[in-house]
Every structure is written in C-alpha cells, then in structure tokens.
C-alpha cells in the first residue's frame, strides 16, 4: 500500500489549495476583463455611430450622397468598424460597405428602434466571429423635407458592426499570461513550502526518530541536540528529558538490582556460616543441657536457682539456633488448601498466656467463609506466630491485638490478614530493617522473627508489608491470592 510521508502530504495539500485559488482568480478575472472589452468595444462602436451621424447629417443636405459611402468606408479601413450601413425607416440599405447589398435587402429593424427613439445596441455572429452592432435613428430636420416625408420624425438609422475579436484576443492572452504567472506562484509556493517542511519539520522530525531506534535499541544515551523554541523544540526536548529519566530509573535500578545481589549472596552466605555454626554449637550444647540436668538433680536448693538460669540461657541458645537454622535452611513447603481462621486458633491460644501476662486483650475478626489459600500450614503457623509475638511484646504496658481477616477484591480475589497492635510503633528508620535477619530492639530478641516470617510468606507466593506510627501501634499485613483445589494440587 502507498504510504505517503508527512512532505508530500503536506505538499499535496497546499498543491491542490493553491491551484484551486489560482483557477478561480484566473477565472473572476477573465470574465470580469471579458466584459470590460465588450462594453468598451461597444462604447467606441456608439462614438463612431454618433460621429458618422454628424457627418450624415451634413453630407445629405449638400447633394454629395456617395461621400457618405466613402466615410464609412474610410471608418472600415481604419478598422474602426467591421461594416457600416445607413437604411431608410423601412429598413432598406442606402448605404452599405457590403456595396452588393446596397438597394437589394432590407434589415429587420427592433420596432423600439424609432417608437422609442433610441439608440440600441447588441451582440451578434457572423463569419464565424463575434460583432457588436450599434443602430443609431436620424432624426428628421426641416431641411431633410426636401428629400423624405416631412411627417416622419426620423429619415432612416445608422448601423454600425464592429468586430470584437480584437478585444476577444485580447483577454484570452491577458488569461494565458495569468495562468503562466499562476504557474510560477504554484512552483514557488511548492518549492518554498517543501523547503520550510524540510527545514522545520522532517528534518527534526526524522532527528527524533533516528534517535529513538537508538533507544529502542537500547542506548540510552541517546539524545536529539536542541534545535529550535517552537513545538517541533519542545517534542525534541521532551524526548530528550524522557529517555534521561529511562536512563536514571534503568540506572537506579541497575544499582538496586546489584545490591540486592550483593545482599542475597551476603545473607547466603551469612546463612551457610550461620547453619555451619548452629550445627556446632547445638551438639555441645546439648551436651551442656545434659549435664545441668545432671547437676540439677545432685544440686542444694540454694544451686537450683542458678541451675535454672543455666537452663532458661541454654533454651535460649536453643532458639536462637532454631531460628538461625530455619532462617538459613528453610525447608520446601508443602502446600495445601488452608483455612485461614483454623490456622491463626490455635497460635492465639499460645500465644495468650505471653498476653495474660502484659495484659493485652486480643481481639479475633475474621468470618468462617474466608476462601481457603494455598499454602505449608507449620511454615504459615511459625510466621503468624512471630508477628503475634512481635505485637504482644510491643505492649508491655497493655494494649489490644487485633487479628482481622478478610477477602480484597484486587483484580484477583485476595485474602489479607491483618495483625495490629496498639504498642510502641516503629521509627521511620526501623521500619526499614525490620526484615533484616539479626536486626532488633529488644534485649533477649535474635531479630530473626520477621526475616523468617518474610521468607515463608514469600515462598508461600504471598506478600508481608506493615505500617506502623510511634506510640500509637503498629499493622502487619499479610496477603495471599486466594486459591482453587485445582491450583493448591497443581502447585504440589
Ligand atoms: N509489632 C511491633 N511493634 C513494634 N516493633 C516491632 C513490631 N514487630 C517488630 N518490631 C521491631 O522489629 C524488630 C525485629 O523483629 P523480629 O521479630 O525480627 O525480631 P525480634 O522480635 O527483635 O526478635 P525475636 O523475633 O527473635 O524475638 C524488633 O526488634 C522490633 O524492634
Ligand atoms: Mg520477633
């Protein structure tokens, strides 16, 4: 299929404007000229007529009749009329430059010629060429009573023919010149108009585009130099700010994509020497277990106390090394249909004595028919968990834990669960760390509760976020796309 570019549409268009405008000046012009030259024709042809009246009037009454003949002859010569005639009132030619008419026809006279005493004039064809004739009436004097009947007012009438090719030939080269000068108006305006095109438009234009393969290309460093202030400038310009700001956030995230690389081989390989360690120290620490509780039974009563530290830091070391060796060696997931509430049950109830004992009142809001989502039901219990732990020692002076569960209608059916407290919050700065394995605030803590509970989240294909405000409490939020039988045994 043709396609023409933007230059030749826009050069058709103004083509086809200015050739139009041509044709129709060209042509107001050629007739309003055309009937210039015939009334002008016509007004020379009735200032002849009135001079030959004159002389007539003259001639006829000194008996020299044939000098009229020569008159009209000399007007012929001079071509200042194509014929003359001079005929009676009943139309009869007396005088004729056409001599072999004279006395032999008769002219069909317009009857308002003498009732109306007027001079009349029109337009008429012969030989092939156009004629304006004029009839002029003699008016009859005393004198003329000599030769004509004295009760007639007038004697005859005056008909003269004078050719109008010469104003015909006139206006056709006055248009011929018209359309030639056109001609010229249509070349320069094309040659102007596609040099301005050129210029202005498809040059800058094309610059664009060249620049843009570029950045499809994928060099982003790719930019079109300023070249003007108007509208072509400023798309340049734009372009130039766009593929700048592609070029930062690719740039941006190229560094955050190398940092987070950087940190998943770090935390790999913290979580391989972290898994190392543990495996290290959990054996001799199960020996240490085994001869406290060796000791524990031979020690006084007075003993059994630091005994019992002894134990409650070896279970401690314990958990440390639990959480260190899950955090680094998470097992796959088995996934299967769960219902969300009948997960949460029974981590509220273990987790209730740790609120009991701060005076934390929990709250459970979420229906029975919730969708069930797909996921490792142990995995999914330890990450609830930590968070309930999470809030519950965010309120050491009392509070509400709130466990809220419901359906979100995002473009797929969500379930989101919701775990809000009303403790201390979370700083700005923290907020960013608190998934980092090792980070916490607190005294006995291992700051591996949410890096964990993150990493089973997003195994299970769900998504952690929180929101918090010091003083005032803080939400985690945990969403999983809600799932059909077919998918959880797919995913199997
Ligand atoms: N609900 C919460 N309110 C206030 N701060 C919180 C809350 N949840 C987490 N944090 C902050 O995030 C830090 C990291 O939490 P995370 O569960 O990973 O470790 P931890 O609780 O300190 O230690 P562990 O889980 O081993 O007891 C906490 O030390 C605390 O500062
Ligand atoms: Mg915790």
Same mark, same amino acid.
């Given at each position: 299929m043709l396609r023409p570019n933007l230059t030749t549409k826009?050069?058709?268009a103004v083509g086809v404007t200015v050739a139009v405008v041509i044709a129709i000046y060209t042509f107001f012009v050629h007739r309003v000229q055309s009937e210039w030259w015939r009334e002008r024709t016509q007004a020379q042809n009735v200032i002849t007529a009135t001079m030959v009246h004159?002389? /007539?009037? @003259?001639?006829?009454?000194?008996?020299h009749h044939q000098e009229v003949f020569h008159f009209l002859q000399q007007l012929q010569d001079k071509n200042e009329i194509w014929r003359g005639r001079v005929i009676d009132i009943n139309g009869n030619i007396i005088f004729s430059t056409s001599t072999q008419e004279v006395k032999h026809a008769t002219l069909v006279t317009p009857p308002e010629l003498f009732q109306e005493k007027r001079l009349l004039h029109?337009?008429?064809f012969e030989d092939g060429q156009q004629l304006t004739v004029v009839m002029s009436p003699i008016q009859s004097l005393v004198s003329c009573a000599r030769c004509h009947d004295a009760k007639q007012e007038f004697t005859g009438a005056i008909v003269l023919e004078r050719s109008l090719e010469p104003a015909i030939a006139t206006v056709t080269r006055n248009r011929n010149l018209l359309? /030639?000068? @056109?001609?010229l108006i249509f070349v320069i305006v094309g040659v102007v108009v596609w040099m301005l095109i050129v210029r202005l438009v498809a040059q800058p234009v094309n610059n664009v585009l060249k620049q843009m393969d570029r950045v499809r290309a994928g060099d982003l460093t790719a930019r079109v130099p300023a070249q003007s202030h108007d509208e072509i400038g400023r798309l340049t310009e734009g372009f130039n700010t766009m593929v700048e700001s592609l070029q930062n956030t690719t740039e941006e995230l190229h560094e955050s994509h190398t940092r987070q690389i950087q940190q998943a081989g770090k935390l790999a390989s913290i979580g391989e020497l972290a898994s190392g360690i543990a495996h290290e120290i959990r054996n001799p620490l199960a020996g240490i277990g085994a001869a406290v509780e060796v000791?524990?039974?031979?020690?006084?009563a007075q003993d059994r106390e630091i005994v019992g530290e002894i134990r409650r830091q070896i279970n401690r070391l314990n958990a440390t090394l639990r959480g260190l060796l899950d955090f680094s060696r998470p097992s796959e997931p088995e996934i299967?249909?769960?219902?969300?509430g009948e997960l949460i049950k029974p981590m509220l109830a273990l987790a209730r004595p740790d609120a009991q004992k701060t005076n934390v009142q929990i709250v459970a809001e979420y229906s029975a028919d919730l969708p069930p989502i797909c996921a490792d039901r142990q995995q999914l219990q330890q990450a609830i968990l930590n968070v309930l732990l999470n809030a519950i020692q965010a309120m050491p002076n009392g509070g509400t834990l709130t466990v809220h569960g419901e359906?979100?209608?995002?473009?797929?059916?969500t379930l989101r669960v919701t775990i809000r407290d009303t403790g201390v919050g979370i700083s700005p700065e923290n907020r960013e760390r608190i998934f980092s394995p090792f980070f916490t605030t607190k005294h006995r803590g291992t700051g591996l509760g949410l890096a964990i509970s993150r990493s089973i989240v997003e195994k299970n294909g769900g998504v952690i976020t929180v929101e918090s405000e010091v003083g005032r409490g803080t939400a985690v939020f945990m969403e999983f796309p809600a799932c059909k039988q077919e998918v959880c045994n797919a995913k199997k």
């Open positions: 826009i050069l058709v004159e002389y /007539i009037t @003259g001639v006829m009454l000194s008996d029109g337009v008429r359309l /030639i000068y @056109g001609a000791l524990a039974e031979k020690s006084s299967v249909p769960c219902d969300i359906v979100l209608e995002k473009p797929n059916q």
